[in-house]
């Protein structure tokens, strides 16, 4: 079976808080609707640091965020206030219009985040905004392995998280040092990103820098874990032709993405304000020039 291999790159979110970006990249835009995907720490915070993101607006989207250390406190327009602890899982959607924010709980010193964004389709962009949190997620436990099922199913476990297009993801963890073989839909294409320690991917070395990419047609993939090492397997339908991504827009037309800018600079009542215990400002978005490209 043929993989291929990314290199993760870092950027900054909020004010001085690192992340290593996995998709988008140049030559790997989304697997299927996942159209976005940030690995945050683990980290421990120094002495006056938090992660504290101001508010900002979506269209087209679902944001996915998986916890597995710290507690993040999130605040939309819909009037949602909830605090997630590790194991859980908060699903946004953005449908025609939201605002959020995103601030690391002060009692809690430590981080450790999977985000993701989903692309919406295009029959279903407009839709109203939702928020959804989701307590408690299947959990296999063998003596070897254990593993989150957090979107689709796995070894009959389904996971409760609704979406709006195929899409599965899977968190697992060896418990001493294993070679697992696990089962995928050759209709999905898929990507493997290590979330703490090593592993092999086939014949691939891989560590939490690193995003394999496995394309569709493939039907199973071996992994070899080593003890602790913790792995994101995401995967959906590929996607023809993929929608637009401009700053934290998503749309299958570049009029919806340069409409949605007008009304967040504008404080139109599409984008209401938050209220929030954070300290950041509204969030500024860049300037957008010339043709957006999905590719």
Not at 22 to 34: C, D
Request: hydrophobic share 35%.
């Amino acid at each position: 079976m043929s993989i291929e291999l990314f290199e993760l790159r870092t950027a900054i979110i909020g004010e001085n808080f690192p992340i290593k970006r996995a998709i988008p990249q140049r030559e790997l835009r989304n697997i299927g609707h996942w159209v976005f995907l940030d690995h945050a720490g683990p980290t421990i915070f120094k002495a006056g640091e938090d992660v504290d993101v101001g508010a900002h607006p979506h269209i087209g989207l679902q944001t996915f965020s998986w916890l597995l250390q710290g507690e993040i406190i999130h605040n939309d327009s819909l009037g949602s206030h909830q605090i997630m602890s590790p194991y859980q899982i908060n699903l946004m959607t953005a449908g025609k219009g939201i605002v959020h924010t995103e601030l690391s709980h002060p009692d809690s010193k430590e981080l450790h985040l999977a985000q993701l964004w989903i692309a919406l389709p295009k029959e279903k962009e407009t839709i109203e905004p939702d928020f959804k949190h989701y307590p408690k997620l299947p959990h296999i436990d063998h003596d070897d392995y254990e593993a989150y099922v957090l979107v689709g199913e796995c070894d009959g476990h389904i996971s409760p998280v609704e979406m709006h297009s195929p899409l599965s993801a899977l968190d697992i963890k060896g418990k001493k040092d294993i070679t697992i073989t696990l089962p995928l839909n050759p209709n999905f294409e898929y990507g493997l990103l290590p979330l703490e320690g090593e592993m092999t991917a086939e014949e691939a070395q891989m560590n939490d820098n690193t995003l394999a990419y496995i394309p569709a047609g493939t039907t199973s993939i071996t992994l070899k874990l080593h003890k602790n090492s913790r792995a994101l397997l995401i995967g959906g339908e590929p996607i023809e032709h993929p929608p637009l991504m401009w700053w934290n827009f998503v749309a299958w037309e570049q009029e919806t993405i340069e409409e949605a800018l007008k009304d967040w600079e504008s404080h139109s009542d599409r984008f209401p304000e938050v209220h929030y215990p954070g300290k950041s400002e509204r969030l500024i978005a860049p300037p957008l020039t010339g043709k957006l490209k999905s590719h």
